[in-house]
């Protein structure tokens, strides 16, 4: 499942969105200014990366498709990728300054993703997890979307876990101190076009047979197109910050 996405490597690049701005003052405000060294793990295309680079310090990008690291080396030629999971990833001798995961933690391996984060963390050392979850501004929109959705496949679309679900996997690790929540909510409008490139991007649509794919982009189609052509998103963030103990 952690390559899924390089299929659509490019469209996942193009349709995806970024994190907010805000995000990484909390992060240097939290680790006591800038750390010296950054790793960026399930770096996916880079949609992390590019934020993580404002810092101006080094930053390796660990990922394990070829296909999503290829568009990360394009855009950011600066940066050491290391085309390898997390599991299989060496950190450099002595570890960095602040640890990354952008949307990829629930593809780590969760019975070792903490200690894993920890050794290749210097002392007192920052981890930062954070996701974005897709969401809808509109109520009407949401229940046409949802609704088409479950046509096909009756799991709930809405994400039931706690909004820091992460959180509780750091915390019981005892790795790790000091855990704090910080959350943003944005609402980019997306044309129907858009948000059908988006949908491409979704392991859960992806995992469908090619024929209810088709059914869900036929039937989405209409919807967005009788909202007037468009849907207002609520991309919702949540950054989990810990402190190596």
């Known amino acids: ?28 405000g939290y680790h006591g200014g800038v750390p010296a060294s950054v790793a960026d793990v399930g770096a996916g295309t880079g949609k992390g990366t590019g934020l993580l680079l404002r810092l101006g310090v080094p930053v390796t990008a660990v990922e394990p498709d070829p296909r999503m690291a290829a568009v990360l080396t394009r855009k950011f030629p600066q940066v050491e990728v290391a085309n390898a999971a997390f599991e299989d990833w060496t950190p450099p001798p002595g570890g960095v300054g602040l640890l990354a995961c952008a949307t990829a933690w629930h593809w780590m391996d969760e019975r070792t993703r903490e200690r894993r ?6 002392p007192r050392g920052t981890l930062a997890v954070f996701h974005n979850s897709h969401g809808y501004a509109v109520p009407r929109q949401k229940d046409a979307i949802d609704a088409i959705h479950q046509a096909i496949d009756p799991t ?15 915390e019981r690790s005892g790795l790790f101190a000091d855990v704090e929540v910080h959350e943003w909510h944005r609402h980019p409008v997306l044309t129907t076009e858009q948000y059908l490139r988006l949908l491409q991007t979704f392991s859960t649509f992806r995992n469908h ?3 209810d794919r088709k059914t869900v982009v036929a039937n989405l189609s209409a919807a967005i197109d009788g909202f007037g052509g468009a849907v207002e998103m609520d991309i919702h963030t949540v950054l989990v910050l810990a402190r190596a103990a």
């Not at 984060?117 to 210097?122: F, I, N, P």
């Open 117 to 122: 984060a920890r050794t290749a963390l210097v």
């Open 1 to 28: 499942m952690t390559r899924v996405f390089g299929e659509v490597a490019a469209i996942y690049d193009e349709a995806r969105q970024g994190y907010p701005d805000d995000l990484l003052a909390a992060v240097t």
């Open 156 to 170: 709930p679309t809405v994400d039931d876990r706690e909004v820091a679900w992460a959180r509780g996997g750091i």
């Open 209 to 211: 047979s090619a024929r």
